[in-house]
């Protein structure tokens, strides 16, 4: 039973400004919850329909089942009482009960019997039924209803128990194992190993995302999908800079002549156009590997936090091996992008058909374009070329046929010999990058978290495991503490049930 004050609305001296709030959220807090019975005191003096307690509690019992009526003061405005408790128009649901206060120095007992003797004699308040009249009925019926009460209640009590039982009963499984020797400590270590990569070979190869279902940046294949096709968007895009047409090839061409037929394409002049274009591009694969090994060093540190956290008196170690295995394989990861690239300088080389199908196409316009160049009456100022749309020729007057032919068959040569260097640069580093993040996840991980644990600079990592840090022992003792106590309850309640 909590006897909760009384509403003040103006505040008198020493008291807060705010003393209806605070009273009002007091009030509230306590007859809210279905479990309570809200005994509603109101003075016979006053309309039931005006009373602000009425108001508070029919907003937490609208139908009143729960609220019961008390009416104080009933020898002070016995006019009316009789209609105010039968009426109910203010709809409480578990009735009235009138009663006289103590006057004066009364004891208990002659204040009931001045009660008795009160609504037996008088002429109003005799006429309302000796049910709902006196101290006494009062109490009767809160056992009554308190009764009920319980009994309705018991059921849900008991289910929130077993909820919160069980409950407790998971976190405190969830907590890792005291720890005894180093051989314990050890395998308490492979098992968060071991967890880790299941996770990032689910996430990065296997593309199994139900372990993060809601967290998009962790759904690792279909990010790395994203990311290459970028990549791959990005190499194979136009270059912003467009030069004149044929030049870099003629300019090329002039420096790489020498005494021979007019029709041969000097392999060096070829080389040293596709070594250009090598170049144009080369730090845009450097680029891509950083930002794909960027991502993977956020998903590792994320699974690796996730199953080490119980463990915080080693979750550094573990984080910094991997973060040193990460620069690790990034440096390695650089260099060898940087030698596919560079493979590319070494020789013009394919086996792809797909080469001689493109430059055959092209090279069928070479005599209508040195046509359009030279010969054309009508001196047009460009001329449309597969592959490059229309392209302005006037500059290229001034060259000979023979140059011009070299320069555009070497143009077409490259035009189809690049597509096919781009789309190798990337199948590459697919490949590679599954490679290695296969790689990363079932050896290199494991290797780099062990040698970091057993490493004595490291402070002894193992060892460090056998002692529990404060925040899992807290938590350990107060699931205990807590589980103990909802057994008890268990047993309060059941012991009710059986009375």
Known sequence: ????????????????????????????????????????????????????????????????????????????????????????????????????????????????????????????????????????????????????????????????????????????????????????????????????????????????????????????????????????????????????????????????????????????????????????IHDKPVEFIKNIWDYIEVVLSSVITKYSENFPQIQSSIKRAGRNLMSKIKEQSVDRVIQIVEMEKLTDYTCSPEYMTSWTEKIDAQKSFIDAVLNDKTKPESFSVSGFGNVKISHLREYHAHLLQQAFDMKMRIASYWKIVLRRVVDNLALYLQLSVKYLVNTQLQKEIVAEMVDPKGGGGVERMLEESPSVASKREKLKKSIKVLKESKDAVAAIVDQ
């Open 1 to 280: 039973m909590v006897d909760l004050p009384g509403i003040t609305r103006v505040p008198v001296k020493g008291q807060p400004e705010n003393i209806y709030e605070q009273i009002s959220g007091m009030i509230m807090k306590y007859i809210k919850p279905q479990e309570s019975i809200i005994l509603n005191v109101l003075s016979a003096t006053v309309d039931f329909t005006t009373c602000e307690s009425i108001r508070m509690s029919r907003q937490v019992d609208k139908t009143g089942e729960r609220t019961l009526a008390v009416v104080t003061k009933a020898d002070m405005a016995p006019e009316g009482l009789l209609q105010k408790v039968t009426a109910d128009d203010v709809s409480i649901g578990l009735g009235y009960v009138c009663v006289r206060n103590r006057v004066g120095e009364e004891t208990y007992e002659e204040a009931r019997e001045q009660e008795e003797l009160l609504f037996k004699t008088h002429p109003t308040l005799s006429m309302i039924d000796e049910n709902i009249v006196g101290v006494p009925v009062l109490a009767q019926k809160l056992i009554q209803i308190q009764t009920t009460m319980i009994a309705r209640c018991l059921p849900e009590i008991v289910r929130k128990i077993n909820h919160k039982m069980e409950t407790a009963d998971v976190e405190l499984k969830k907590l890792p194992m005291v720890m005894a020797s180093t051989g314990e400590a050890l395998m308490t270590l492979m098992d968060i190993i071991g967890s880790a990569k299941e996770s990032l070979l689910r996430v990065l190869i296997q593309g199994d995302f139900s372990e993060f279902p809601d967290n998009h940046s962790m759904h690792g294949t279909a990010r790395l999908a994203d990311m290459l096709s970028k990549f791959s968007d990005d190499l194979q895009a136009k270059p912003k800079k467009v030069r004149e047409f044929l030049m870099d090839e003629i300019k090329v061409l002039e420096e790489c002549k020498c005494v021979g037929l007019p029709n041969f394409i000097p392999r060096s002049a070829f080389m040293a156009i596709l070594s250009q274009h090598v170049d144009d």
